[in-house]
């Protein structure tokens, strides 16, 4: 099954957290596990009491919705044991259909890989001819790999030289040691002399014939016969061919891992010699592979946009997602899509208010842990149904929410406040990325970030360090104004600092700081509309 995301904003709220994880939960209901809440940023401290007071884990975090190699419906999941013969890797290959195979260990360690291109350096143009050897190979499997009978059992395991006895004879007896193998033709008396030498296999060529004194020769003598039809120049390639693939194997493979986003991994294997990767775990264990008929088909992650309607404030890679949906209670912003969409847009307190309404549009009730987490979701975007964007709407659904979840709203409520506006312990510079939004505002990107506290006692004592550290956050987030509203919920106002080239600011008039906005308590309704007409006329 294909899994939808559904997530919020970056520097997630209460609202943005509670509302994905309840969305999920209502769409679960009809495709059970196909939906997945989401988030692409921290839990705040707010929402993280909000979490652990109801029992619920926070939402997956995803940094990216960009498709990455664990969005590839298929990666080839096949191998080989590097003490495998390569002859038995090349048929395996064959069967497969593939022209590289990863090589690994006992414990799934990719090793190397062997590929085509491998195996034409290996045995087609290497220029050093060595001498032909048998590495330690089973009886049976040499006799496997050259499709030969063995008359005589002999040793289990053989490892030595090979010699075709083509020389005169004297000169091939000169030559052996006990571990080397022979390959001869129809000479009884050449097979003879060989296995009074004492070697550990005599290999016969052509389906030579073979007496009764040479078995019983090689029997005494504990020397194993074999019998092949090959000649002796294709025994000869076979036993070269009978190396453990380790031997062969190439160790310069391209290694990507599950997380590698497919846009990197597609020129990882168009610039790998073999046109293949390895997908590897952090120890190294093989996953799979990956060659370039494993991008035939597009791939996106789906995803459902929550609490937010904006590139600027969407998680990273949305533009390579594939959108769904979009439910939100904030202006429209620049989101494009290929295809027809369902958007919901409602100016309510909360997008958790317009989840609730769905679920009771459908006749679903939502589980007592997520009618708390939806009931905070309204609570904490409307500081508990005290903001200019509070709606009647809001009001029902707290009273619903409240009523499932068994908790008294406006004790519970302005508990919330109070969570949110602690401001003891916490660096300035996290205060002021904690709740952010960006926007693009008449060719000028422009950041606003909210802090509540309980009194304009707090901007007025450390004005000086915040309007420092919002010149500095201009030049961090790379932000034409950088605007912060440290907002009273119990004055009904908010004091703003504001960072942008001094030019900008006197024709706005707020180059004396902090600015008293009585009743600006909603960075949406009461600030941004406002703030943005005078940009228009800037």
């Not at 406040?417 to 926007?439: A, W």
């Not at 024709?507 to 949406?524: A, D, F, H, N, Y």
Request: hydrophobic share 45%.
């Amino acid at each position: 099954m294909n899994k939808v995301y559904v997530i919020g904003h970056r520097h997630p709220d209460t609202d943005s957290i509670c509302s994905a994880i309840g969305y999920a939960e209502l769409l679960n209901r009809e495709e059970a596990g196909k939906y997945v809440p989401a988030r692409c940023g921290e839990v705040n401290p707010e929402t993280g009491f909000v979490l652990e007071k109801f029992g619920t884990e926070a939402p997956a975090l995803i940094e990216s919705v960009e498709p990455n190699v664990s969005d590839l419906p298929f990666t080839y999941p096949i191998s080989a044991h590097a003490d495998i013969p390569t002859i038995e890797v090349v048929a395996m290959m064959d069967e497969h259909g593939v022209r590289n195979m990863p090589i690994v260990d006992d414990n799934g360690i990719l090793l190397g890989l062997m590929s085509e291109h491998g195996l034409a350096r290996a045995y087609v143009t290497r220029t050093k001819i060595e001498q032909l050897a048998i590495t330690p190979i089973k009886l049976q499997t040499l006799a496997k790999i050259l499709s030969a009978q063995i008359l005589v059992p002999g040793p289990d395991l053989l490892e030595g030289r090979v010699y075709m006895a083509i020389d005169a004879l004297h000169v091939s007896l000169s030559r052996l040691s006990p571990c080397d193998v022979a390959i001869v033709g129809d000479n009884e008396p050449a097979q003879l002399a060989l296995i009074s030498a004492g070697i550990a296999a005599l290999i016969l060529a052509d389906n030579s014939p073979v007496g009764e004194r040479v078995i019983n020769a090689a029997k005494t003598r504990n020397v194993a016969v074999l019998s092949t039809a090959l000649d002796a120049f294709g025994v000869g390639k076979m036993i070269n061919l009978s190396l453990p693939a380790g031997m062969v194997m190439a160790t310069d493979v391209p290694r990507v891992s599950m997380a590698d986003p497919l846009e990197y991994v597609k020129d990882v294997v168009s610039n790998s010699k073999y046109r293949t990767a390895c997908v590897v775990e952090n120890d190294n264990r093989l996953l799979g592979m990956i060659s370039r008929n494993t991008f035939v088909d597009d791939i996106r992650k789906s995803v459902i946009l929550v609490d937010h309607n904006e590139f600027s404030q969407a998680v990273d890679g949305i533009e390579k997602a594939d959108v769904l949906e979009i439910i939100d209670h904030h202006r429209l912003g620049a989101i494009t899509t290929l295809k027809p969409i369902k958007f919901l847009n409602d100016p309510v307190g909360s997008t958790s208010t317009i989840i609730t309404r769905m679920f009771i549009e459908k006749g679903v009730e939502p589980t007592e842990q997520t009618a708390g987490l939806l009931l905070s979701g309204v609570l904490s975007d409307t500081l508990a149904l005290k903001m200019s964007t509070t709606t009647p709407e809001d009001e029902k659904v707290v009273d619903y929410l409240a009523g499932i979840a068994g908790v008294d709203p406006a004790a519970y409520g302005m508990e919330l406040v109070q969570r949110g506006i602690e401001l003891e312990n916490v660096p300035l510079h996290d205060l002021l990325l904690r709740d952010t939004k960006h926007y693009n505002l008449f060719e000028k990107k422009v950041v606003i970030a909210q802090v509540t506290v309980p009194s304009f006692e707090f901007s007025t004592v450390h004005a000086d360090e915040i309007k420092e550290k919002v010149n500095a956050l201009r030049q961090e987030t790379g932000s034409d104004f950088f605007l912060a509203l440290f907002t009273n919920v119990f004055e009904n106002g908010s004091d703003l600092f504001a960072a942008a080239e001094e030019g900008h600011l006197a024709k706005l008039g707020i180059t004396e700081q902090p600015r008293r906005l009585p009743g600006v308590m909603s960075r949406k309704k009461d600030f941004l509309p406002q703030f943005g007409n005078m940009l228009r006329d800037l």
